[in-house]
């Protein structure tokens, strides 16, 4: 069995948040919190709230045990960008390009590994 959490148009970019994203997939929970609170990254943070809610999400609605879940998917997808303007000399101007993140954890019972 499965559960998700996914957290939508969160301010840092998809290719940063995919680093991160690498390090903790096909781990258990437990490995992987350890890894986010070490990581110095700003999207460290945002998937250890995002795994937070998915191992919430797996106790309360689908009845498993926290002990035994392993991340079987953890991704970020590219966002909506928000684009800005930068005054620049003569009268120009330079487009701030502000990247957005869709963040995705998937956890599983512990037999839900062999996806390796």
Same mark, same amino acid.
């Given at each position: 069995m499965e559960a998700k959490a996914e957290a939508k148009v969160v301010r840092v970019s998809s290719q940063k948040a995919n680093l991160v994203a690498k390090n903790i997939r096909y %781990?258990? !929970? #437990? #490995? *992987?919190f350890? &890894? +986010?609170?070490? *990581? =110095?990254? %700003? =999207?460290a943070g945002l998937f250890k709230k995002v795994l937070n809610s998915a191992v919430a999400n797996a106790t309360e609605n689908h009845g498993m045990t926290s002990e035994g +879940? !392993?991340? &079987?998917? *953890?991704? *970020?997808n590219e966002?909506?960008?928000i684009k800005r303007w930068r005054a620049r000399a003569k009268g120009r101007a330079d487009q701030k390009l502000k990247r957005t993140a869709h963040l995705i954890v998937v956890v599983a019972d512990d037999y839900g590994r062999g996806n390796k």
């Open positions: %781990k258990t !929970v #437990e #490995e *992987a350890a &890894i +986010l609170d070490n *990581a =110095s990254q %700003k =999207s +879940l !392993v991340i &079987i998917r *953890a991704f *970020a966002g909506p960008t």
